[in-house]
């Protein structure tokens, strides 16, 4: 029987290697899959449930989950300028509703950071029986791990598109049509899919990568 | 070309562990979706009546009415869920048509088996099942459920069942990862669970899928509660729009999970939200008016 990925934490994580500490958005959603990728690899993680649990960290996922709920939630409670501010200087990742979140926009009215310079389309393939895996290369993903030749298995949970995507902004990573499913702005970064439902660390090392840690191309 | 896998046992919980943290609602309209999406509910099940209602009706309790569901998944952006009897996998396969995003075989509705349950291995749409104890919990999982939740005892606004179900899956979790490698044969045997699910259990040290509250929650503090015992989510039945001021209400419920343990957050989200459901004491409830026992 197989389970769910990542449910589980490492069972001893090696200690934090320096103060670099990087935080996840536990509104809501898939924040612990997150956690549990950053400590195998040996990384501080820090939960950020409100505005002061920003400070003094490196870098902030932003994880799946309903993008409405994560958005209303970080309304409620006074997220939104902070992140916003947080965002301009450190690095982001979303993932799914974390790259929604992102956006400057989702064709709806829903609360956005607007961060990057990009535009979505949620539920793009349809409702849950849609949901898919599947192979996608993510050729950036050398910078970390150059000599490793795997495409991404990348898992597509009632997922989103990224419709446009203009510069500063770049595309990451597409299907085999073309559609854009991962894309970069400088320090941030947006997939539509989610590397933390899966063991494979390479998006989590990018990512840290970005923010900065010395160690991200580590094997 | 790369090969699109869809309805994959990873996909299948994928949902489930992006619903984690939140709350998910039972609506009986349209509208009463929009009110659950607006107020941060993470899906919503689809439902003619709530538990308190098919409880005060009596009757036959079936899949709600094809119709319904679709209206409530054009309303709403999140996740919709809807319920089909125990062993209906007819009811299930209308479902799957339909789209909808979880089946939850659920005992509030009318068993139409009482021996077998769905064998949910055959659809690519994910099941949710009820559970009072461990070896229940991983007999669904054996059958392919890709989500568990509490029983509890539904529509009665009375959280004590939904406690003890949980205390029991997560205390029995306990006690399988303090037992000797030899000792987890008779226990697998002692609960009627596979042997392979069990040694699984032991390993992680948590039930392999998505664990989730649900029967008689009724109050922010009750779905914190809930939360700090353990589980990973909350459903909320009638607890929401057969109390005073629903909006109000869900709101504060998903807040609550969000903040579980803060107990200062909590105090906040609880105050002025008009009067909880009325609900009805588990303990003056007859033997045959319970649904819990439901489920095999």
Known sequence: MNHAPNL??????????????????????SFWEHEVMLRRLGVAVREVRLPADLNGLAGLIIPGGESTTIGKLAVAFGLLEPLRAFGREHAIWGTCAGAIFLSRDARRSQPLLGLMNITVERNAFGRQIASFEA??????????????????????????????????????????????????????LATAFHPELTDDTRFHRYFLHLAGWSAAAAP | ??????????????????????????????EQAKIAEDAGAVAVMALERVPADIRKQGGVARMS?????????????????????????VEAQILEALGVDYIDESEVLTPADEEHHIDKHNFKVPFVCGARNLGEALRRI??????????????????????????TVLGEIRRLQSMADEEIYTFAKEIGAPLALVREVKELGRLPVVNFAAGGIATPAD???????????????????KSEDPPKRAAAIVKAVTHFNDAEI???????????????QVEDLPEEARLAGRGW
Not at chain 2, 3 to 29: C, H, N, P, R, W
Not at chain 2, 69 to 83: E, N, R, T, Y
């Open chain 2, 65 to 89: 009415d094809p119709e319904l569901i679709l209206k409530i998944m054009d309303a709403v952006s999140i996740p919709v869920m809807a319920k089909v009897r125990i062993g209906h996998f």
């Open chain 2, 223 to 241: 779905a914190a509660l809930m939360m700090q015992l353990g589980v990973d989510g909350i459903f909320v039945g009638s607890g929401i729009f």
């Open chain 2, 1 to 30: 070309m790369s090969e699109y896998i869809t309805g994959s046992f990873k996909v299948k919980v994928g949902l489930a562990q992006m619903l984690k943290g939140g709350v998910i609602m039972d609506v009986v309209t349209p």
């Open chain 1, 8 to 29: 589980i934490p490492p069972e001893k994580a090696p200690p934090p290697r320096d103060e670099f500490t990087v935080g996840v958005l536990a509104l809501q959603g």
């Open chain 1, 135 to 188: 192979d996608i290369p993510v050729p950036a993903l050398k910078t970390v791990a150059p000599a490793d030749e795997r495409p991404f298995r990348a898992v597509f949970i009632r997922a989103p598109l990224i419709e446009t995507v203009t510069p500063p902004a770049e595309v990451l990573a597409t299907l085999d049509d073309g559609r854009i499913v991962a894309a970069q702005q400088g320090h941030l």
């Open chain 2, 142 to 167: 054996a059958e392919g459920a890709a989500m568990i939740r509490t029983k509890g005892e539904a529509g009665t606004g009375d959280v004590v069942e939904a406690v003890r179900h949980a205390r």
């Open chain 2, 266 to 280: 909590l105090a906040e989200v609880s105050k002025g939200l008009g009067e909880p459901m009325r609900g009805q």
